[in-house]
């Protein structure tokens, strides 16, 4: 079979739906007495980009990269990467006395939680995957 006919047999419309996965933030589910769960989604390969650019610190005068900003990378995905729309309840919003989810996030989850729900979401993503499977191969020789 060729790539063409694998592609017209295939169901365009599993291929094209967004991973999705549950994340549970055990820290606040011990602390609230209940689940903390965040419904995490794949984020598209130009927002993607988009967020990795947007983390690039560029030296202004000589236009050289002096860096990436981390954690404003891992922020904006899981801006886009959390689907709940818990977080952007103005009264949960102004509760927390922030503005916006990412201030939000900033609040509710510590610098190991945010590392973890950002790794989470870019597996969704796609990143890690082949390094993980060799991983895993390795362990089994």
Excluded: W
Aim: hydrophobic share 40%.
């Amino acid at each position: 079979m060729s790539l063409t006919e694998a592609l017209l047999a295939a169901d365009a419309g599993k291929i094209a739906r967004k991973a999705t996965k549950d994340f549970e933030v055990e820290r606040l589910s011990e602390i609230l007495g209940e689940p903390f769960i965040l419904h995490l989604q794949q984020v598209p390969s130009r927002r993607v980009r988009e967020i990795q650019d947007s983390a690039m610190q560029i030296d202004t005068s000589t236009g050289q990269l002096k860096g990436v900003d981390n954690y404003e990378l891992q922020m904006r995905m899981l801006c886009d990467g959390i689907t709940n729309k818990d977080f952007d309840g103005a009264d949960v919003l102004k509760h927390y006395n922030v503005a916006s989810r990412k201030e939000l996030f900033a609040v509710l989850f510590n610098a190991g939680e945010v590392q973890d729900i950002a790794n989470a979401i870019s597996e969704l993503c796609g990143f890690g995957q082949k390094q993980t499977k060799k991983a895993v191969e390795a362990v089994k020789n």
